[in-house]
């Protein structure tokens, strides 16, 4: 494989993503099962309730045809193009289950945090089964080719890898754009990891799942025609840590997924401030919300969001 087949892979999955989003944008539509603004939420939030949601249905189905199509093309290691697409599934699944309760049902909590956790913590575990079969690892790289071996502990790394940041996209994904942006530059900086090791296996799921992002973007963008709902945003945080196990570059998603993490702390913080001292730290968490209430348009946070995690993608590469 070559990086013409990245290319292909790219163009198929994004035209797949195009070419269905409409047919999802209209079921929804017709069915008038669309987005709730929660209470809690922003007061000018309150225009999206009704957008159609789980948009990343698309992106789930753009990603698995094209990785399933062309991995045949992949010379070696195929099974690993699977086992991401895999752990896609699985957390899509979860995310799906999670939307399809609100919106179909109309019941807004959906699944409950330990519903939720206890099937990630399982799609985790048998990711790691399936990594651990293929690849064996106990040692977690380190930035400029230092490296530490945990032993056994390995499996819970990568158990909570998993399950941390599919939860740190899902919290990201709060305002038009913003996940489809740097969910895009994240996963173009594994494919660049991916082809520096020749782990063409790894460069071909993360490329469909770029195309798919792009395709998805154009109709989510400000303002959004549908949103991606749990079953695009657990997934594509699944995606990125089990290309970082893959890797073996797993401290690098610490920078290619700052905004992740700084939007997960923020929550954190928030929580632990009002429960101990009574107060909050910020006007809103997530931290794009906290931006919001201090009078930025989502298209800068947006944009502000993007470079950050362009610039701090670079520095993840010039550290490896």
């Known amino acids: 494989m070559n990086t013409l087949y990245l290319l292909l892979a790219l163009i198929f999955s994004g035209l797949l993503s195009v070419l269905l989003m409409p047919l999802v944008i209209r079921y929804f539509k017709e069915k008038q099962l669309g987005q709730t603004t929660r209470e809690e939420g922003p007061s000018w939030h309150g225009v999206k309730s009704g957008t159609p949601t789980m948009g990343g249905v698309s992106i789930l189905i753009a990603v698995s045809l094209s990785s399933i199509l062309l991995s045949f093309f992949v010379e070696e290691n195929q099974l690993l193009t699977l086992l991401l697409v895999f752990i896609f599934i699985v957390f899509a699944i979860i995310g799906f289950i999670d939307d399809y309760i609100k919106v179909v049902m109309k019941r807004n909590l959906g699944l409950t945090s330990r519903q939720k956790l206890l099937g990630q913590i399982a799609g985790a575990v048998l990711f790691y089964i399936g ?149 909050r730290i910020f006007k809103m968490s997530p931290i794009h919300h906290h931006f919001e209430m201090t009078g930025w348009g989502e298209w800068k946070i947006v ?10 993608s670079a520095a993840a590469l010039f550290m490896i």
């Open 131 to 279: 990594i651990n079969t293929m690849i064996p690892a106990q040692t977690i790289q380190l930035p400029f080719d230092y490296s530490l071996n945990i032993g056994l502990f390995y499996s819970l790394f990568v158990v909570f890898w998993l399950v941390g940041f599919s939860n740190a996209t899902n919290l990201t994904d709060g305002i038009d754009g913003l996940l489809a942006t740097t969910g895009t530059i994240a996963y173009g900086t594994y494919t660049i990891i991916a082809i520096w090791q020749s782990q063409w296996a790894v460069a071909l799921f993360t490329s469909t799942v770029i195309g798919s992002l792009v395709g998805f973007f154009l109709f989510n963008k400000k303002p959004a025609k549908i949103f991606m709902g749990d079953v695009g945003s657990l997934a594509l945080g699944a995606g990125l840590a089990g290309s970082s196990i893959i890797l073996n570059q797993e401290w690098t998603l610490l920078l290619i997924g700052l905004i992740f993490v700084i939007e997960t702390a923020s929550v954190m913080l928030q929580v632990t401030s009002f429960k101990t001292r009574g107060k």
């Open 303 to 312: 944009i502000i969001f993007s470079l950050i995690t362009l610039i701090s």
